[in-house]
């Protein structure tokens, strides 16, 4: 089962809305990821899980929040987000997240179908 | 940072054609990794690849990592229609500790 499974599928917000992403993945795999995604352009990195530790935040607003309650599960919080956010937010999983390690199987990450987020 | 260049940025060919799309950088990367992604969808991997020089097939899809590990190449062969999505190259590098995405190669396939 390579399975990444991520709801709401859609999602329509208001600015002054709090509201919560879901991923999940039952493969065994230690790292998370959380990508932002605009129209024809690739995935860019916000978060990086490690055994459910916060690993990478790339510069991201604090109007985003991850959470990483085990190592199946993976939520980003939403809170006063702009219409400038609105995206395909991607979850991927992977076996492992360690810098120093060779390249291997080990970084396949395996991306789940997204959340489509409009902010009104 | 570090940065792909992934060429061409889009593609239009005849069911039947065969097809090849790249990606360079500057950098040297220990991975890469070529996805396909459809509308409405993530991400799917097609090929990861490992090894300076390997060459690695996947039904009609065949990946290299070129010989300097600063690029690689994906061909398919005799397309079809349903080929039709956005592919992507990722560059893994260790002291980087993540990947790196091209901008995607958009093929449109002609029944």
């Known amino acids: 089962d390579t399975e990444v499974t991520q709801t709401p599928k859609h999602l329509v917000m208001g600015m002054t809305n709090k509201k919560s992403l879901k991923c999940e993945q039952h493969?065994?795999?230690?790292?998370m990821y959380w990508y932002k995604q605009k129209a024809k352009k690739p995935p860019e990195l916000m978060f990086v899980?490690?055994?459910?530790?916060?690993?990478i935040n790339e510069s991201v607003p604090s109007r985003f929040s991850p959470e990483c309650p085990n190592s199946s599960l993976l939520n980003l919080h939403l809170h006063a987000l702009q219409p400038e956010d609105s995206a395909l937010y991607l979850c991927?999983?992977?076996?492992?997240?360690?810098?120093?390690?060779?390249?291997?199987?080990?970084?396949?990450?395996?991306f789940g179908p997204g959340t489509r987020l409009t902010v009104t | 940072g570090q940065q792909l260049n992934q060429s061409p940025q889009s593609m239009f060919i005849q069911e039947g054609e065969d097809v090849s799309m790249n990606c360079t950088s500057s950098?040297?990367?220990?991975?890469w990794l070529w996805y396909k992604q459809e509308p409405g969808e993530g991400p799917v991997l097609l090929i990861a690849l490992y090894k300076a020089g390997e060459l690695t097939s996947n039904g009609r899809l065949t990946a290299q990592f070129g010989i300097t590990r600063k690029d690689s190449f994906l061909n398919i062969s005799a397309s079809i229609p349903s080929d039709v999505g956005i592919y992507f190259c990722?560059?893994?590098?260790?002291?980087?500790?993540?990947?790196?995405f091209g901008d995607g190669t958009t093929l449109t396939v002609k029944p």
């Open positions: 991927a999983s992977s076996r492992s997240f360690y810098p120093g390690l060779a390249g291997g199987p080990s970084y396949e990450q395996y």
């Open positions: 899980y490690s055994y459910e530790k916060l690993s």
């Open positions: 493969m065994g795999h230690r790292a």
């Open positions: 950098s040297i990367f220990n991975t």
């Open positions: 990722a560059g893994y590098n260790t002291n980087a500790g993540k990947s790196t």
